[in-house]
T-cell receptor, first 114, second 114 residues
Framework: DAGVTQSPTHLIKTRGQHVTLRCSPI?????VSWYQQVLGQGPQFIFQYYEKEERGRGNFPDRFSARQFPNYSSELNVNALLLGDSALYLC?????????????FGPGTRLTVL | DAKTTQPTSMDCAEGRAANLPCNHS???????VYWYRQIHSQGPQYIIH?????ETNEMASLIITEDRKSSTLILPHATLRDTAVYYCIVRAGTNAGNNRKLIWGLGTSLAVNP
């Protein structure tokens, strides 16, 4: 079975640009979460979506937005990129919303902002 | 803030058991202990989780103390491929509020040596 997939694998942007990252969850999973991981730190929660609705938001500025599509795939958008947005962006999928539902992670998208 | 504390780094000889400790002294009755690992620059990999009983799967064993204030992840026969950062996370099993996100600390960097 396919796991969580993310695209692109790597991305290089310049300050002020916009970026869209994509995630496809494990088949049957209805929830997608996004995390940002800066080098040397643990992942930080950005968003969680379930059934196309935002169900959780971390402490990130409004430049960060996301959405979930009817097929449960998701996009993370970041506007007006800053150097500090350089990070590994991780997508995780789970069957549902319960804290007991195990989250499975994709390989991540490495974003470099120059 | 993360609700767990882990040693920053550990070493283990190949073929020996790796025992990774985690303190979660403020754990609540409905919170599970989750373990993930992250091999350099890859997405986190789910290992195991438990509530109060010891758990075992094909990857590892999880030993939770009777008072649930600490736990140990055991890799019975560590290999070089087990070299990774190991994260211990506590997470409520219910469906409410902030329980939906994983809160990560800095984890333990495990080096398996030949």
């Amino acid at each position: 079975d396919a796991g969580v997939t993310q695209s692109p694998t790597h991305l290089i942007k310049t300050r002020g640009q916009h970026v869209t990252l994509r995630c496809s969850p494990i088949s049957g999973h209805k929830s997608v979460s996004w995390y940002q991981q800066v080098l040397g730190q643990g992942p930080q929660f950005i968003f969680q979506y379930y059934e196309k609705e935002e169900r959780g938001r971390g402490n990130f500025p409004d430049r960060f937005s996301a959405r979930q599509f009817p097929n449960y795939s998701s996009e993370l958008n970041v506007n007006a990129l800053l150097l500090g947005d350089s990070a590994l962006y991780l997508c995780a999928s789970s069957w549902g919303l319960a804290g007991l539902d195990t989250q499975y992670f994709g390989p991540g998208t490495r974003l470099t902002v120059l | 803030d993360a609700k767990t504390t882990q040693p920053t780094s550990m070493d283990c000889a190949e073929g020996r058991a790796a025992n990774l400790p985690c303190n979660h002294s403020t754990i609540s009755g409905n919170e599970y202990v989750y373990w993930y690992r992250q091999i350099h620059s890859q997405g986190p990999q789910y290992i195991i989780h438990g509530l109060k009983n010891n758990e075992t799967n094909e990857m590892a064993s999880l030993i939770i103390t009777e008072d649930r204030k600490s736990s140990t992840l055991i890799l019975p026969h560590a290999t070089l491929r087990d070299t990774a950062v190991y994260y211990c996370i506590v997470r409520a099993g219910t469906n409410a509020g902030n329980n939906r996100k994983l809160i990560w600390g800095l984890g333990t960097s495990l080096a398996v040596n030949p």
